[in-house]
């Protein structure tokens, strides 16, 4: 993981956003990776933070201790229900975790967001519509599930405008270097992999060099394509990739910053470029 934060710090991401595991069971790790990476690092850090599973005391604990080790950004989610204790803590809504992170700090909240519906979600409606309390309870952007269709994701963005959302809906995008492993988690968190990428991956289990050549062009292909409809903020799921990632943002014509730059406020004027080294 440091090794692919060294090789992207080139890229001045906006942020740099470290995973959590399900109930909070890598509470510890998350904690000492987000405040090593604000403290060593020219990055900017973003915490996951999830609810389920926790107290509102234990929430807030971990939130002060983020506030006054220098970190300004949460991204707020549900989180994993636990199969054997399916209302475990407080909070059972990432808006209401939203809400209170805020009555604690002024922190720059990122929710997620799903184009193809959460896969708990009674309907596309009910789904947008729980965005949108996130929203209203002060998120100030959503980060989107991974897609590959993208018209399905423009067309989410033209049905949240309608709802009333208004901040920016950030497309993530996860270049695909483990085809059968992103099957399975498609399979698990409601994504369609259209028949073109089985056709394009078809047969090559045995070739790891020609599969990372097809998932860079696929991905590169998807930004430019969103790029051509106005989108101009990326969060890119690196896996740790930072070979992808780097040639993914050259062929989208970002160009590299050797020289450490300081850390921007809030109003950030860096690049709107973010990445999660640990999806």
Not at 2 to 26: C, D, K, N, Q
Not at 221 to 246: K, P, S, V
Request: aromatic share 8%.
């Amino acid at each position: 993981m440091w090794t692919t934060i060294r090789a992207l710090e080139v890229l001045r991401p906006r942020f740099v956003s470290v995973t959590y595991g399900a109930g909070g069971t890598t509470r510890e790790t998350t904690f000492e990776t987000v405040i090593s990476l604000q403290k060593e690092t020219p990055l900017m850090a973003a915490a996951h933070l999830t609810c389920v599973g926790h107290s509102r005391q234990e929430l807030r604990a971990i939130a002060e201790k983020y506030w006054e080790g220098g970190i300004r950004h949460i991204v707020a989610l549900r989180g994993d229900i636990p199969q054997d204790s399916p209302q475990t803590g407080e909070f059972l809504y990432a808006s209401e975790l939203v809400g209170f992170l805020k009555e604690i700090a002024p922190f720059e909240i990122s929710v997620a967001a799903y184009p193809e519906k959460h896969p708990q979600a009674s309907s596309a409606k009910h789904d947008l519509d729980n965005l949108k309390r996130k929203i209203d309870a002060g998120a100030d952007r959503a980060i989107t599930q991974y897609f590959f269709d993208t018209p399905l994701y423009l067309n989410f963005l033209n049905k949240a405008e309608q709802a009333g959302i208004k901040v920016p809906i950030v497309p993530g995008i996860l270049p695909v270097s483990n085809f059968a492993q992103v099957i399975k988690f498609s399979a698990m968190c409601g994504t369609h992999v259209p028949k073109w990428m089985h056709d394009l991956f078809e047969g090559l289990d045995d070739h790891p060099d020609t599969r990372k050549l097809i998932a860079a062009m696929v991905a590169t292909e998807q930004c430019r394509a969103l790029m051509a409809d106005g989108i101009d903020e990326f969060h890119f799921y690196t896996l740790n990739r930072a070979d992808l990632i780097l040639g993914i943002c050259k062929r989208m014509g970002l160009e590299l910053n050797p020289t450490p730059n300081l850390k921007p406020g809030l109003a950030s004027q860096t690049p709107p470029l973010s990445h999660d080294p640990k999806m």
